[in-house]
């Protein structure tokens, strides 16, 4: 399959826990990215991290690229009971289409 | 509101029917993707269109699903002769066209489509 695969499917936090969320792809990419979606509502985008980048930043955001293991992480430190989502990394290869992962569920208790 | 505007929200439509879904890009943004969404499952990626072109519509079933970008007014997803699987999430998603394989796409609140 060309889809991330995100790692857990589902993921129950209490607030003020870090949550960490996996996603791997067996393709090349361009970019990778990671979006939250809270229920009924549209994809926002989180972190944009190209596949020359190793690392990025942003706020309580920490997302990882390993091109050779063909893995990305994203970290998200202290949560929130507004964190509560479903998180979806996107591949994008060599077009503008974005490739989604199934997600991860995140649920934040507090 | 200067962010991806889709309409409508809900959309209810019997068999054999035509759907009918716009949707109005961020401003300045001249690339349009659209996306269904079925329950529990990720984005498929569905057609790319940038103004009065259709870009790359590998996503999109061959019958009954047409798409358009004029050069004036919102993007439209038609869906003829609808049946229940079409019923979905739809979501459209638009980008600045500078460098667009390298930006994020900002995306609308979707259109929930369900068929009778």
């Known amino acids: 399959s060309q889809q991330g695969e995100e790692d857990p499917q589902a993921l129950s936090i209490q607030e003020g826990e870090n949550a960490t969320m996996n996603c791997s792809y067996k393709?090349?990419?361009?970019?990778l990215q990671w979006y939250r979606q809270n229920s009924g509502r549209g994809l926002v985008h989180l972190i944009l991290i190209r596949s020359n980048e190793r690392e990025k930043h942003s706020g309580r955001l920490r997302v990882t690229l390993d091109t050779s293991k063909k893995s990305s992480s994203l970290l998200i430190t202290a949560s929130r009971a507004a964190d509560t989502a479903s998180y979806f990394c996107?591949?994008?290869?060599?077009?503008?289409?974005?490739?989604f992962g199934k997600g991860t569920t995140l649920s934040v208790s507090s | 509101n200067a962010g991806v505007m889709q309409n409508p929200r809900h959309l209810v439509r019997r068999r054999g029917q035509e759907a009918r879904l716009r949707c109005s890009p961020m401003k300045g943004h001249s690339h349009v993707y659209w996306y269904r969404q079925l329950p529990e499952e990720g984005l498929k990626f569905m057609v790319y269109?940038?103004?009065?072109?259709?870009?790359?519509e590998s996503g999109m079933p061959k019958e009954r699903f047409s798409a358009e970008f004029p050069k004036e007014g919102p993007s439209i997803l038609r869906i003829q002769q609808v049946v229940r699987g079409d019923s979905a999430a739809y979501f459209c998603?638009?980008?600045?066209?500078?460098?667009?394989?390298?930006?994020?796409?900002?995306f609308g609140d979707g259109t929930r489509l369900s068929i009778l």
């Open positions: 996107a591949l994008n290869q060599a077009g503008t289409a974005l490739i």
């Open positions: 998603a638009s980008s600045p066209e500078w460098r667009s394989g390298n930006q994020p796409q900002h």
């Open positions: 269109l940038q103004k009065e072109n259709i870009i790359d």
């Open positions: 393709t090349s990419i361009n970019n």
